[in-house]
């Protein structure tokens, strides 16, 4: 891509969902992952994390707080349940087996 033969620093990048953003080379999808797990420990107690939460805490867009979460939760570090108030994420505690807090 052009972005890339340029050194520009970002590319562009397709969520599965089909949303478009530019990113920061050094953006790592791992990294953010384990943050949102962590926004995720300090939120159950609350009845979990929606991408509002999660959007005033990483001051980006909704769109782009949803597309995080559900790229965490595919990548195992969070699991949500759909209600009809919407998604809240938690912390996947069926990957590591400890259901107490």
Not at 33 to 55: H, I, P, R, W, Y
Request: aromatic share 8%; net charge negative; proline share 2%.
């Amino acid at each position: 891509h052009w972005m890339k033969e340029l050194n520009l620093g970002m590319s562009k990048r397709e969520f599965p969902s089909g949303v478009v953003v530019i990113q920061d080379d050094s953006f790592d999808d791992d990294v953010m992952a384990e943050n949102l797990k962590k926004l995720a420990f300090d939120s159950e107690g609350k009845g979990g994390m929606m991408a509002l939460d999660v959007s005033r805490s990483l001051k980006v867009s909704a769109m782009l707080a949803t597309e995080q979460l559900l790229n965490a939760e595919r990548m195992g570090y969070l699991c949500r349940d759909v209600t009809l108030e919407g998604m809240r994420f938690f912390p996947n505690r069926f990957e590591t087996g400890i259901f107490s807090q």
